[in-house]
Structures are given as structure tokens and as C-alpha cells.
């Protein structure tokens, strides 16, 4: 009881937390509000597309939130988070796809429309259960919580670490990719899925559907971060750091380190498999690009644009970044990725703790004695496990 | 009695004669003069099929130079005489309703210009005519100087054999010197021979085919021991069936080692150039601890100036390459140096860092060659001496452009050695990388070592584009194209060694090439890479894992 009452009191003396739970409601309230609600000649009228868009920004948010989990905590920097996005999202698309039922375009009633194109006979086994929303929401979470506990168990038993374990999830999101871009994988192929018509009985084309989800997105989102708040917050989550920042001390000291990790790179797998359920049903489509191991990186970016080892800086990053990106997309497309590429620069050689850190950075640098800056720089360098 | 002898005597002299000047006729007719020559060849265009064969003989017999090119024109319907003053000329192979031809003068073989083509008429062949010209040419073609034709030659009669052709091959056999010929010519008199009835003749030429490797010899093998519809053997000669089912077996034996070899080859070629990209990596990730996500851009960048030494000089393709190895090696050096000294220099000892800055940069980079070259597909020139296949034997061959790629790298690597070992900054830049404070104790400016590792590693990337720029299209996705399995290469083969990528590199790319044919090509990179990290479980820092000092701080 005492370990609860420790937590919620930490939450409760946390202002960041705090400001930013009420941020998260206040967008719940007011950007549904302003679509449905507004009339559309209004200047403050949020477009249905302007919705999704919010919804995509949140998912992508709750992914960075998982990547800041393990990165930001323990120091596991994972360049494959958009595999368990992807999966998470796949489980979804394959009871949206059974949904459709015979309101495709070949009026199958069992078999989704790419695999009457393809000439297959029967539904594969792994599409069974799917036309049973539980059981897809099941899957959400087990598919990619199974796998990152396969490969979690493989690599830390074996102690891959630091930039090994990078590229080792590097690899695994490409080969992923590879394999969901074959046809006879029984995924759609290079076109994955689409044309979703229903989710649960409510149609996918009506905007009160999609404000709906919205909150929920931003719903799971605050509850993915209490969740992720709540172990940071105690005694394992101490661990954790520790391992982040002392690796073969904190096991010396007779913690088991594989374990601990272990169990972060579930969660956090598990997360970023929610999230992405949540991207397709707004987005209404998901195909093997998701897997492109340049998402994965964007994420990264994120949480280190809006700060790691603080968890709403995950969500600041992963909605200015994602904003920024369709802004430069839509007015000067080739612009985009010297933008991205210059922040992947401009942030790990200046922001050492992003934007939410900026505050304090700039009050450091504003004092200008140099050994504050230099402490500065040092206590941030912890965040990582370094070499000197 | 003495008249007897005398008449003997005479008939067998005739007969000598007589075979003498039939085997050797060539020898013994006279050199026609250009005169003759030209009189001989006036006489086609009026001539009877008759008349034709024998002034066809008269000049094939001539051993005039330009014999062979008119006999030639003969049988390929190229031969035409003038109309107004029956004149005999070349013309020049074209289309078939050009309204000139090109002349060529049948004595000199030179070209005299055109001429409508209704002023001239074709003198036609029959296909007897045709017949003995062909043999003509064989015949022309196996005494040929060049001993590349006379195999041509002889494959080319092994096509169509018959009692004539039969005979030709065996006056070569005699005469032959070059051993390829001759085998070859072997190999057609026994394929000759299997047609035949005589038991011991047929099983000489089977143990003679043995030593063949092609398939056109398996089928005919194979033809012998197939068994008709009734179920009875095609082939009733018992010994014949078994001989020929031996020679089958081991033939195929052989071809399917070759093929193996083939396979292998091919294996070691796209390994190289994975050892070429890994090399590089190798350096920057294992000396200096710095993960260079952009060193596939470098590749690229590489890539890029071979297309544009290859655009600045277009009459040299052969030579832009190398001028483009040195341009390219610069160019990438410079860029990593660049890439070190504004970036990388301030986030030592936070690798996780690095490697995002990196990419960030590795986009940039990218995106620059889009903008200057568009996205499209740039094809660099492959040089001639670079194209075409070797034809090692029947079963096997290499392409010359794969066969360059691994000598490259084999060259690039021992100049790595020679660097890393025998020169002043290779004895630097190991000591920085097994003991940097004290390698700094001892005086060495270790910042500027670091500029100079990167520089190298990243030369050593512009290098592997040159080799790329040969094999694939140059585009701006060139270098994600193989980063991922360079990464993959050097944690196989062990960081910060320049053999385990080696070693990495070889055997990817011959599990690659192995497990193709069964899998696919993506299941078998998928494959790969699942086999990679298993073996990460068991040797989690590679096949030549780091040791003493350095190894702690990776």
C-alpha cells in the first residue's frame, strides 16, 4: 500500500505531469468541439481531415512515449519501435478488413477483396478470430508484446547492448518490412489494407466516429503515460535508470538486469502496438511502409526534439515534429528531409534535453558561468551510458 | 609378265596420284593471279550451275586472298555483277530493300561507293551451290590462323554432322596443334561414332565424351539409355547402355560441382562488395567507436563521381574508371572529414548520439543528390574490357564485371593492411583506438587522427560506390540500399576488425547466394538476418570480438 501512496504523491508534486494531463483533456474538450460543433464557415472550424490529422499526431505521440520508455529510462535506444506500431496496427487492419464483409468490391463474405484478386480459396489460419473485435484488440497487445519478448529475451540474455541492440531492432523492422511486401505472406502485399468501412458498427466516413476516436487516442495516451509514470516513479523504475546509467554495476549489485529490461521492452512494445491500433482505423490504411525503418527513426527524433527522460517531452516532440513534417510536406516537399535532417543534427549537438529542457538550458547558459554549462552538459551525458 | 608389272605399276602410280591430289589439292594448284583471278570471276554471272561449281572450285583452290571474302558474298547472296558491263562486285551486308548498295571491289576488298540496285544483278546459288560453299567455308574457317575460329568451326559442323563434314574434321584432327581444337574435334568424331553400329568404336567414343562437360553431349548420352514407350530400352547394345549411363553420371558429377563453383563465385562477388561497404564501416565503428549512419550516402557520393568523371570524359569510358577510383576516394575522404570535424568531433563517447546525427546528415545528404540529380536512375557505363563473360569451361563461367569487383576488393584490402600497418598513421590511428589517453600521453594528436580515421573509412565508402556504380543503378537510395546489411556484416564479423569484416562479408554474401535458389531472394535476406541474430546470442560481439583495453568501452 505504502509503494501506491509513494507514487501517487510523487505524481501529485510533479508539475509537469500535471500540466500536461490537463493539456491532454483540454484537446479532448475543444478540438472535437471545434469540428463538430463550430459551424464549417467559421474561421475556428477544424476540418474533418484537420481532425484525423490530430488523431495521427496522438498516435504517433503515444509511440514516441513507448520509444521514450526505453530510451529515456533505460537507455535501450531501439531503431525497430515502428515493427511493434506496425503489428499492433496490422491486427487491427485484419478485423477491419473482416468487417467489410461482403461489401467489397467482390462481395466475398469471408475472404478480404486482395486475396479474391490473388485467387486464394480459403481464409488462412491467422485470419481466424478476426472478425471478432476482442479478439483483435487481444491481438493488439499479444502479437507485438510476444515478439519483443522473444527478441527482448534473446538479446539482453545475451547482453547485446548500446549500439548493437540498435541495429539488431534496426534489422528486425526491415526484415519485417521485407516479408509484409510479399503478396503470399496473406498481408495485402505492397498494398496492405484499405477501404475500411466500419468499426464495430459505427461508420468509419462519419466525423463524430473519428472525434470519438480522437479521445479515446487521447484517452490511451494519458493512460499509457500514468501507466509509464507510475513505473518510473517506483522502486523497479529506479532500477531501471540505474541500469540505464551504471549497467554492469546495477547488476553487481545483484539486480537482474536482463529481467528488468525485459520487462520495459515489453511494455513499451506493447504500447507502441496500441498506438498503431489506434492510427489505422483514423488513417484508414496500413501497408508495409510503416515498417520502413526511417519511421522508427522519426520517432526517435521525436522524443529526443521534445526531450528525453521525461515522457510528455515524448508527446511535445512527436506532435511538433509530426506537425512540422505535414506542414514541409504540403508547401515544399523537398525541404522536408534537409528539416528533419538538420534537427536529428541541430538537437543532439544543442538541445541535450529537447524542448521541454529548454527552460532550464537556456537559464544555465544565461547565468554563462562555464562550469554550470559544463554540469549541465555532464548531468544530460547521463542519459546515455558513456565512455570516457 | 613385265607388261603385267608395267600396267600394275602405272595403275597404282595413277591411283597415288590420284588420292594425293584429292587430300592435297590445295597445296599443288597454282596460285591464281589477280588477273586469272578476276577472269575466273567474270566468267560467274553467265555460268550454268555447272560452269558455277566449277569456277567455284577453280577459286576456292586459287589460294587467293580475297577468295574467302567472295565465296563468302556467294553464299550469303551478296555477290552482284554489273549490268551494263558485267563487272563483279561485293556488296555490303543491309537492308533488304535499300534502294543502293554499298560496293565493295572483289580484288582489293576496299570499299569503291554505291550504286543503285536496280543497275546490278545478283548471281543466285543453288543449294548445291550453297552446300559445297559452306563446306568451303568450313573448310576456309578450320585452317584458319586464329585458333578461337577453328573451334567456332568445329562446333558450328558439330551441328549439322555428315559424312563430309565427318571427313573434314578428321583431315583437321591430323594437323590440328591448338589442344582445345582438338579436343573438340574428339568430342564431334565421337558424337560421330555413336550413330555407328561398331560396338568397340562406340564405347571408345563414350569414354572419349566423359571428359565433356556440355549439355548437347549429355542429351546425346542421355538418349541412348532412355527407354521407349513399350518399355523396352531404345538401345539394344547392353554394354553400349551401361558405358553410356556411367559417362552420364559423370558428367553430371562434374557439371553439378562447376555449378556449385559458379554459385560460390557468385557468392564471394556479392560478398565483396558487402566487404567493401563494411570495411569502411568497419573503421569509423570499430577504431573510433562512432556509429556512421551516413557511410551509405558516402557510398553513394562515390557512386555520383564515377557518373560524373564518366560525363566529363565520354570518349574515355574505358579509362574514366580509373581516374573516377582516386576522384571518388577524395571526394568521400573530404565529405567524411567534413562530416567529423563539424559533428561527430563534439559527441565522442555518446554513441547512441552519434548515430542520430548521423542520420540526420545521411538524410541531408540524400536529399542534396535528389535535388542536383533528380531521383531518377543514373547508369554509369560499364567499360568494355569490364563487360562480357570469361568462359572458363562448357560449365562454367564468370562475368567479367563481377570477376573486376572482387579483384578490386581484394586490392582495396591489402592497401587497407598496408595502411593500417606499415604506415605512420596507421601505427596512429591503432594506438588511439587500443589506448587513446595514453596514445595522447605519448604526443600523438589524437583529434586530428580522429578527422583522419574518418576521412579514410569514409575514402575507403566512395570506393565501394565506384565498384557499386558498375553493378547497379546510381540513384539517391543507393547507399540505404546496403547499409543495413554493412551493419549487419561488421556485428557478424566483430567490430573494430578489418578481417572479421572480411570474413563477414564473404560469408553473407555466399549464405545469400545459397539459400536463393530455395527461398527467393527476400526470404533469404530475411533468413539471414534471423541466423544473424541468433548467432548474436551466441558470440554477441562477432567472429573476431575485440580484445585487451578496447573492448571494454564498445
Known amino acids: 500500500m505504502h509503494k501506491y501512496t509513494t507514487v501517487w504523491v510523487s505524481a501529485r508534486r510533479d508539475t509537469g505531469t500535471k500540466w500536461f494531463l490537463c493539456g491532454l483533456v483540454l484537446i479532448a474538450i475543444v478540438l472535437p468541439y471545434l469540428n463538430l460543433a463550430v459551424p464549417v464557415s467559421s474561421a475556428f472550424h477544424l476540418s474533418n481531415y484537420g481532425l484525423r490529422l490530430v488523431g495521427k499526431y496522438f498516435c504517433y505521440a503515444m509511440l514516441a512515449l513507448a520509444v521514450d520508455l526505453i530510451w529515456g529510462y533505460c537507455g535501450i535506444l531501439s531503431l525497430g519501435h515502428g515493427a511493434f506500431f506496425a503489428l499492433g496496427g496490422y491486427a487491427m487492419g485484419m478485423y477491419l478488413m473482416r468487417e467489410i464483409g461482403p461489401r467489397g468490391v467482390y462481395g466475398n463474405p469471408v475472404l478480404p477483396d486482395f ?264 548531468e544530460s551525458d547521463k542519459l546515455e551510458p558513456t565512455r570516457k | 609378265m613385265k607388261k603385267r608389272l608395267l600396267r600394275l605399276g602405272a595403275q597404282w602410280l595413277f591411283l597415288v596420284l590420284l588420292l594425293t591430289s584429292r587430300s592435297t589439292g590445295p597445296l599443288y594448284a597454282q596460285p591464281l593471279s589477280d588477273s586469272g583471278f578476276l577472269a575466273a570471276l567474270g566468267e560467274l554471272p553467265d555460268a550454268g550451275f555447272d560452269d558455277k561449281y566449277r569456277i567455284v572450285e577453280q577459286l576456292a583452290q586459287s589460294g587467293h586472298p580475297s577468295a574467302r571474302a567472295v565465296l563468302t558474298a556467294l553464299l550469303e547472296d551478296r555477290l552482284y555483277c554489273r549490268t551494263q558491263d558485267k563487272k563483279v562486285f561485293l556488296v555490303k551486308p543491309g537492308p533488304e530493300d535499300a534502294p543502293t548498295l554499298e560496293l565493295i571491289d572483289p580484288l582489293t576488298l576496299k570499299d569503291i561507293g554505291s550504286a543503285p540496285t536496280d543497275t546490278l544483278d545478283k548471281i543466285v546459288a543453288n543449294n548445291r551451290l550453297r552446300t559445297i560453299l559452306e563446306q568451303m567455308r568450313a573448310r576456309f574457317r578450320l585452317s584458319s590462323p586464329d585458333a578461337a575460329t577453328r573451334l567456332q568451326a568445329v562446333r558450328d559442323i558439330e551441328q549439322n554432322l555428315n559424312a563430309d563434314t565427318i571427313q573434314l574434321l578428321r583431315e583437321r584432327s591430323s594437323t590440328e596443334s591448338d589442344s582445345r581444337v582438338k579436343k573438340e574435334i574428339a568430342t564431334g568424331l565421337a558424337l560421330a561414332v555413336l550413330d555407328g553400329s561398331d560396338t568397340q568404336a562406340r564405347l571408345s567414343a563414350i569414354a572419349t565424351l566423359r571428359g565433356s562437360l556440355r549439355q548437347d553431349v549429355v542429351n546425346k548420352l542421355g538418349s541412348l539409355i532412355e527407354k521407349s514407350p513399350d518399355g523396352g530400352y531404345v538401345e539394344s547394345d547392353k554394354q553400349v547402355r551401361q558405358a553410356a549411363e556411367a559417362a552420364v553420371k559423370s558428367i553430371d558429377l562434374r557439371r553439378s560441382i562447376y555449378s556449385g563453383v559458379q554459385t560460390l563465385f557468385f557468392g564471394v562477388s556479392l560478398g565483396s562488395v558487402l566487404v567493401l561497404s563494411a570495411i569502411g564501416l568497419a573503421i569509423t565503428f570499430g577504431v573510433m567507436g562512432v ?144 589506448n587513446r589517453p595514453m596514445a595522447r600521453a605519448m604526443g600523438i594528436r589524437s583529434s586530428w587522427v580522429d578527422a583522419m580515421t574518418f576521412g579514410l573509412g569514409s575514402g575507403i565508402a566512395g570506393l565501394a560506390g565506384v565498384a557499386l556504380s558498375q553493378i547497379t543503378n546510381v540513384n539517391p537510395n543507393l547507399g540505404q540500399a546496403y547499409i543495413i546489411d554493412s551493419f549487419m556484416v561488421v556485428v557478424f564479423g566483430g567490430v573494430g576488425n578489418v578481417w572479421g569484416a572480411l570474413m563477414g562479408g564473404l560469408s553473407m554474401g555466399v549464405v545469400n547466394q545459397l539459400l536463393e535458389p530455395y527461398t527467393g531472394a527476400v526470404l533469404a535476406k530475411i533468413a539471414v538476418l534471423v541466423a544473424l541474430v541468433l548467432f548474436i546470442q551466441t558470440r554477441p560481439r562477432g567472429l573476431f570480438p575485440p580484445t585487451g583495453r578496447a573492448s571494454e568501452n564498445l
Open chain 2, 291 to 434: 556509429i556512421n549512419m551516413a557511410h551509405g550516402e558516402l557510398m553513394m557520393l562515390g557512386a555520383y563521381s564515377t557518373y560524373l568523371v564518366q560525363m566529363a570524359m565520354p570518349e574515355r569510358i574505358g579509362t574514366s574508371i580509373f581516374v573516377a577510383i582516386p576522384v571518388a576516394f577524395v571526394v568521400s575522404a573530404l565529405a567524411g572529414v567534413l562530416i567529423e570535424r563539424m559533428v561527430i568531433r563534439f559527441l565522442y563517447g555518446r554513441p547512441l548520439e552519434t548515430l542520430l546525427a548521423t542520420f540526420g546528415i545521411s538524410l541531408m545528404l540524400q536529399q542534396l543528390a535528389r535535388s542536383i540529380f533528380t531521383p531518377l536512375n543514373r547508369s554509369v557505363k560499364t567499360p568494355a574490357w569490364m563487360s562480357g563473360t570469361l568462359q572458363l569451361n562448357e560449365a562454367l563461367s564468370v562475368t567479367h564485371n563481377r570477376l573486376d569487383i572482387v579483384i578490386f576488393t581484394v586490392l582495396v584490402f591489402a592497401a587497407l593492411l598496408v595502411v593500417l600497418k606499415r604506415t605512420r598513421i596507421g601505427l596512429e590511428i591503432r594506438a588511439v583506438s587500443q
Open chain 1, 115 to 378: 486475396m479474391v484478386f490473388l485467387n486464394w480459396k480459403s481464409l488462412p489460419w491467422y485470419w481466424y478470430g478476426f472478425n471478432h473485435f476482442g479478439f483483435a484488440l487481444l491481438m493488439v497487445v499479444l502479437v507485438p508484446g510476444v515478439l519483443a519478448l522473444a527478441f527482448g529475451w534473446f538479446a539482453f540474455r545475451s547482453r547485446v547492448t548500446g549500439v548493437y541492440f540498435s541495429i539488431i531492432t534496426q534489422a528486425l523492422t526491415y526484415a519485417l518490412m521485407l516479408g509484409f511486401f510479399r503478396n503470399d505472406m496473406g498481408f495485402g502485399g505492397n498494398n496492405g489494407f484499405t477501404d475500411f468501412k466500419d468499426i464495430v458498427g459505427f461508420n468509419l466516413d462519419s466525423p463524430r466516429v473519428h472525434a470519438v476516436l480522437l479521445v479515446i487516442t487521447l484517452a490511451m495516451v494519458a493512460l499509457s503515460y500514468a501507466a509509464c509514470r507510475a513505473i518510473v516513479a517506483s522502486r523497479a523504475g529506479r532500477v531501471i535508470r540505474a541500469i540505464r546509467d551504471a549497467e554492469s554495476r546495477t547488476r553487481f549489485l545483484g539486480y537482474r538486469v536482463e529481467n528488468y529490461k525485459l520487462f520495459v521492452f515489453v511494455l513499451s512494445a506493447v504500447i507502441a502496438g496500441i498506438a498503431g491500433a489506434l492510427y489505422v482505423p483514423q488513417i484508414g490504411i496500413i501497408n508495409p511502409s510503416e515498417f520502413a525503418p526511417l519511421n522508427s527513426i522519426e520517432i526517435v527524433i521525436c522524443v529526443a526534439v521534445g526531450g528525453r527522460g521525461t515522457l510528455y517531452g515524448a508527446v511535445v516532440g512527436a506532435v511538433l515534429v509530426n506537425y512540422a513534417k505535414t506542414y514541409f510536406t504540403t508547401a515544399i516537399p523537398e525541404a522536408w528531409n534537409y528539416v528533419l535532417g538538420a534537427l536529428f543534427v541541430l538537437v543532439t549537438l544543442f538541445l541535450p534535453r529537447g524542448i521541454v529542457g529548454l527552460s532550464s538550458y537556456l537559464r544555465v547558459l544565461l547565468r554563462g558561468r562555464r562550469g554550470a554549462i559544463r554540469q549541465f552538459r555532464m
